[in-house]
């Protein structure tokens, strides 16, 4: 590939940036998956999704999954810990623990307790519904299996089934009448789980998620209900089974300093504990550990200033020094990061349909006759005379005429064709105004919006709300690239829309290195092209997240396997919804559906209006339609 595309698609998408050594681009331009960090063996994604589209018939757009990066991050999660362990002497050792919320899916679930043996990774349940599947999973007997969140009865009695089944099933205090019940609980069926206790810290974390910390923060106990606590559990002898102290200052902590600030005040929790008494042998620091999804390594909201080592090594040192402080035994450090170790393994595909006209491109040139109104030749005056002097100038003369444009068409004034010929040259004035601009060395701010106005508007066979919702929600960035045309010059800005009939159902934010972009860079495009583009670094929160907005469902999935020959396997192929399942969700009965249309259909034959073969015909086509998928064919 010529150097100086390679250097500017790199510097445009910026994927070695954000692709912590899983993604990569080759020499044909494709988009390359790696199964581990700057792994030799790769898939061509272009490859995979000509393959998934032509020999498993898939349709657009797609979920991909890719289970051995969930491995790798686990990996990369648990050696950053066991070397901060080893290079400070801290005597505790490190439990991962997934906390199920940020993907329940099965096939996540079960790839992470796969190595839980080696690494003795453990689940984190916040619902009944995640404690239900988690208590049947085989998981080592070593391995953690928390509980957070509210409970009630029926959540505590499950945990309950848990411990009989011989697991470490501990339940996370939240509140003081929470303990209480445990207890009264424990004492009806004569099983007592683990205990722990979740702290309220002063710290706080930073970005999004910074009010998950702090005084006022959701959960968690102050410090004279945590010192209840205790009491109540020496009081009814089940002081044995306090285990463990938890705290989670929020999610994506953009700022290592945060992240110090609350180990010293969450290690001081523990030694105090410690010393009147409690045997604490495990401090459960939460999740909070981010992806830089941008690449930036900043404190800016989609990134983080630290690498996962470095926030290991902060963890233990800190931990460390106040234990050594305060002469009490390190404990077992437990981790709740479930950001970083999903974010990275799935790949959304989506494919470009359409474009959205905002202004007429390629029209003929307009033409002026003697009779059109004097804004129109005014507007035509203007447009051939703007140059690099005058741009700004003309261009904010240009605004006023296409309001004059629009005040006399609502007074009646000028005709529809007329409207449509100053609509045009508003239009070429403005993009006219903007090459100048461009050729400027201090443009003013207005073209730069300018710039996302003219810009081409994509529509991407996908949904936002169901596929990338932070980047709605929260605003939340994800690296977006095509998978192919890498070894070409992308030459146009674009932004994208989705096929949701909701205009926040766009993205005109993007990754950039320095600040973020309002378009993005695309190859040129036209109607009946196969252009792929994909969403990267969505595998946490983003499916289960999702919702079911528009009843455009489930997209189709694959999940896919790197052998060591470095050949791909399709190991699980998942049709996405079809209009059936949405019809159910929002409970229609397809039966009754049918039956209903058939009624309509038949008055029709009745009044003269159809004949019976055709409405017969009718019938059979629309009963067929449920069995259909529902995004663009
Ligand atoms: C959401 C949550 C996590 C996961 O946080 P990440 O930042 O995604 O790692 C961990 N622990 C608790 C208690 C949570 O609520």
Same mark, same amino acid.
């Given at each position: 590939?010529?150097?100086?595309?390679?250097?500017?698609?790199?510097?445009?998408?910026?994927?070695?940036?954000?692709?912590?050594?899983?993604?990569?681009?080759?020499?044909?331009?494709?988009?390359?998956?790696?199964?581990?960090?700057?792994?030799?063996?790769?898939?061509?994604?272009?490859?995979?999704?000509? $393959?998934?589209?032509?020999?498993?018939?898939?349709?657009?757009?797609?979920?991909?999954?890719?289970?051995?990066?969930?491995?790798?991050?686990?990996?990369?999660?648990?050696?950053?810990?066991?070397?901060?362990?080893?290079?400070?002497?801290?005597?505790?050792?490190?439990?991962?623990?997934?906390?199920?919320?940020?993907?329940?899916?099965?096939?996540?679930?079960?790839?992470?307790?796969?190595?839980?043996?080696?690494?003795?990774?453990?689940?984190?349940?916040?619902?009944?519904?995640?404690?239900?599947?988690?208590?049947?999973?085989?998981?080592?007997?070593?391995?953690?299996?928390?509980?957070? *969140?509210?409970?009630?009865?029926?959540?505590?009695?499950?945990?309950?089934?848990?411990?009989?089944?011989?697991?470490?099933?501990?339940?996370?205090?939240?509140?003081?009448?929470?303990?209480?019940?445990?207890?009264?609980?424990?004492?009806?069926?004569?099983?007592?789980?683990?205990?722990?206790?979740?702290?309220?810290?002063?710290?706080?974390?930073? *970005?999004?998620?910074?009010?998950?910390?702090?005084?006022?923060?959701?959960?968690?106990?102050?410090?004279?209900?945590?010192?209840?606590?205790?009491?109540?559990?020496?009081?009814?002898?089940?002081?044995?089974?306090?285990?463990?102290?938890?705290?989670?200052?929020?999610?994506?902590?953009?700022?290592?300093?945060?992240?110090?600030?609350?180990?010293?005040?969450?290690?001081?929790?523990?030694?105090?504990?410690?010393?009147?008494?409690?045997?604490?042998?495990?401090?459960?620091?939460?999740?909070?550990?981010?992806?830089?999804?941008?690449?930036?390594?900043?404190?800016?909201?989609?990134?983080?200033?630290?690498?996962?080592?470095?926030?290991?090594?902060?963890?233990?040192?800190?931990?460390?020094?106040?234990?050594?402080?305060?002469?009490?035994?390190?404990?077992?450090?437990?981790?709740?990061? *479930?950001?970083?170790?999903?974010?990275?393994?799935?790949?959304?595909?989506?494919?470009?349909?359409?474009?959205?006209?905002?202004?007429?491109? $390629?029209?003929?040139?307009?033409?002026?006759?003697?009779?059109?109104?004097?804004?129109?030749?005014?507007?035509?005056?203007?447009?051939?005379?703007?140059?690099?002097?005058?741009?700004?100038?003309?261009?904010?003369?240009?605004?006023?005429?296409? $309001?004059?444009?629009?005040?006399?068409?609502?007074?009646?004034?000028?005709?529809?064709?007329?409207?449509?010929?100053?609509?045009?040259?508003?239009?070429?004035?403005?993009?006219?105004?903007?090459?100048?601009?461009?050729?400027?060395?201090?443009?003013?701010?207005?073209?730069?919006?300018?710039?996302?106005?003219?810009?081409?508007?994509?529509?991407?066979?996908?949904?936002?709300?169901?596929?990338?919702?932070?980047?709605?929600?929260?605003?939340?960035?994800?690296?977006?690239?095509?998978?192919?045309?890498?070894?070409?010059?992308?030459?146009?800005?674009?932004?994208?829309?989705?096929?949701?009939?909701?205009?926040?159902?766009?993205? $005109?934010?993007?990754?950039?290195?320095?600040?973020?972009?309002?378009?993005?860079?695309?190859?040129?495009?036209?109607?009946?092209?196969?252009?792929?583009?994909?969403?990267?670094?969505?595998?946490?929160?983003?499916?289960?997240?999702?919702?079911?907005?528009?009843?455009?469902?489930?997209?189709?999935?694959?999940?896919?396997?790197?052998?060591?020959?470095?050949?791909?396997?399709?190991?699980?192929?998942?049709?996405?919804?079809?209009?059936?399942?949405?019809?159910?969700?929002?409970?229609?009965?397809?039966?009754?559906?049918?039956?209903?249309?058939?009624?309509?259909?038949?008055?029709?034959?009745?009044?003269?209006?159809?004949?019976?073969?055709?409405?017969?015909?009718?019938?059979?086509?629309?009963?067929?339609?449920?069995?259909?998928?529902?995004?663009?064919?």
């Amino acid at each position: 590939m010529n150097d100086e595309v390679l250097q500017r698609i790199q510097q445009v998408y910026g994927v070695e940036n954000w692709s912590a050594g899983y993604f990569d681009i080759s020499s044909k331009g494709h988009i390359l998956v790696r199964p581990g960090k700057d792994d030799p063996r790769y898939v061509d994604l272009k490859e995979l999704v000509d $393959d998934l589209l032509s020999k498993h018939k898939l349709q657009m757009p797609l979920l991909i999954r890719f289970p051995q990066l969930l491995t790798s991050q686990l990996r990369a999660l648990s050696g950053a810990y066991q070397s901060a362990i080893s290079q400070y002497g801290f005597s505790g050792l490190h439990y991962p623990v997934f906390p199920m919320k940020v993907n329940p899916r099965r096939e996540v679930v079960e790839e992470f307790l796969r190595e839980s043996g080696r690494l003795r990774v453990g689940l984190e349940c916040g619902s009944k519904a995640e404690l239900y599947a988690a208590i049947a999973q085989e998981q080592t007997p070593e391995s953690l299996l928390l509980c957070n *969140g509210f409970k009630d009865e029926v959540f505590v009695r499950t945990a309950l089934l848990g411990v009989q089944a011989g697991k470490r099933v501990t339940i996370i205090v939240e509140k003081l009448n929470e303990l209480k019940m445990v207890i009264k609980l424990a004492g009806q069926l004569g099983v007592a789980p683990w205990i722990g206790l979740r702290a309220k810290l002063y710290s706080r974390g930073s *970005g999004k998620w910074a009010s998950s910390g702090g005084d006022s923060a959701k959960f968690g106990l102050t410090t004279s209900e945590l010192l209840d606590c205790v009491r109540l559990l020496r009081e009814t002898k089940l002081d044995g089974q306090l285990k463990l102290l938890h705290f989670h200052i929020g999610s994506q902590i953009t700022d290592i300093k945060r992240v110090k600030n609350a180990m010293k005040e969450a290690a001081r929790v523990y030694a105090k504990l410690r010393q009147i008494g409690c045997g604490i042998e495990f401090l459960d620091i939460g999740g909070g550990l981010g992806v830089d999804y941008d690449g930036s390594q900043t404190r800016f909201e989609s990134s983080v200033n630290y690498t996962v080592q470095e926030f290991a090594n902060d963890v233990v040192y800190v931990i460390k020094q106040v234990c050594d402080e305060e002469n009490v035994p390190h404990p077992n450090l437990v981790t709740e990061s *479930g950001r970083f170790m999903t974010a990275y393994h799935t790949v959304f595909i989506t494919s470009i349909r359409d474009e959205i006209e905002t202004f007429a491109e $390629d029209k003929p040139e307009i033409t002026i006759d003697a009779d059109d109104p004097q804004v129109i030749t005014e507007l035509k005056d203007l447009c051939d005379g703007i140059n690099g002097k005058n741009y700004a100038e003309y261009y904010h003369d240009a605004l006023e005429h296409k $309001d004059e444009l629009h005040t006399q068409f609502n007074l009646g004034l000028i005709s529809l064709e007329d409207r449509a010929k100053g609509e045009v040259l508003f239009w070429e004035a403005c993009a006219r105004a903007l090459k100048e601009s461009e050729e400027d060395k201090f443009p003013d701010d207005e073209f730069e919006s300018l710039k996302k106005i003219l810009a081409q508007k994509y529509l991407c066979n996908f949904s936002l709300f169901r596929s990338a919702p932070d980047s709605w929600a929260i605003k939340q960035l994800f690296p977006i690239v095509p998978i192919h045309r890498l070894n070409e010059n992308p030459s146009d800005f674009a932004t994208l829309v989705d096929v949701t009939c909701d205009s926040d159902g766009k993205i $005109d934010k993007f990754v950039d290195l320095k600040d973020v972009k309002e378009t993005l860079e695309l190859h040129k495009w036209k109607v009946g092209d196969d252009y792929y583009l994909g969403i990267f670094l969505v595998g946490a929160y983003q499916e289960v997240m999702g919702s079911h907005h528009n009843l455009f469902g489930n997209p189709n999935e694959a999940q896919v396997v790197i052998d060591s020959d470095g050949r791909y396997h399709v190991t699980k192929l998942v049709h996405g919804s079809r209009i059936n399942d949405m019809l159910v969700f929002a409970r229609y009965d397809r039966a009754q559906l049918v039956e209903s249309y058939r009624k309509q259909v038949t008055a029709r034959v009745e009044a003269g209006a159809l004949s019976k073969e055709t409405a017969a015909q009718l019938v059979v086509e629309y009963e067929a339609g449920a069995l259909r998928g529902t995004y663009l064919e």
